[in-house]
């Protein structure tokens, strides 16, 4: 069983910042083909919210455009979600998600990922 392994998680008030980890066996984070990360409010379902294929190129959900970064550090296969501007509605459980190469696999904010995370929380109050 492939385990990506999150961090980072937590509570803030709104306007307030997280970081958010993640750590995985190579295949999944420094050679996958798409790693991105998914989310799941409350009460709601989940969606993707960035993703940075393995060229580096990277897209966002347009909720998260202007606030959100997603970046890599492939020397320590660990993903990373900048997190700025935290909103309420950002409340959710977090997760990372990778995707080794498929054929039609589009690198784009989506829920579809082969291999995932346990999740971390993220609470934002008003």
């Known amino acids: 069983q492939v385990q990506l392994v999150e961090s980072g998680g937590g509570s803030v008030q709104a306007g307030g910042s997280l970081r958010l980890s993640c750590v995985g066996p190579?295949?999944?984070?420094?050679?996958?083909?798409?790693t991105g990360w998914v989310r799941h409010p409350p009460g709601k379902e989940r969606g993707g919210v960035a993703t940075?294929?393995?060229?580096?190129?990277?897209s966002y959900t347009d909720s998260v455009k202007g606030r959100f970064t997603i970046s890599k550090e492939d020397a320590k296969n660990t993903l990373y979600l900048q997190m700025n501007g935290l909103k309420p509605e950002d409340t959710a459980m977090y997760y990372c998600?990778?995707?080794?190469?498929?054929?039609?696999?589009?690198?784009?904010?989506?829920?579809?990922?082969?291999?995932w995370g346990h999740g971390t929380q993220v609470t934002v109050s008003s």
């Open positions: 940075i294929a393995n060229d580096g190129t990277t």
């Open positions: 190579s295949y999944t984070i420094s050679y996958a083909f798409c």
């Open positions: 998600a990778a995707q080794t190469w498929l054929w039609g696999f589009d690198c784009r904010p989506r829920t579809d990922f082969t291999y």
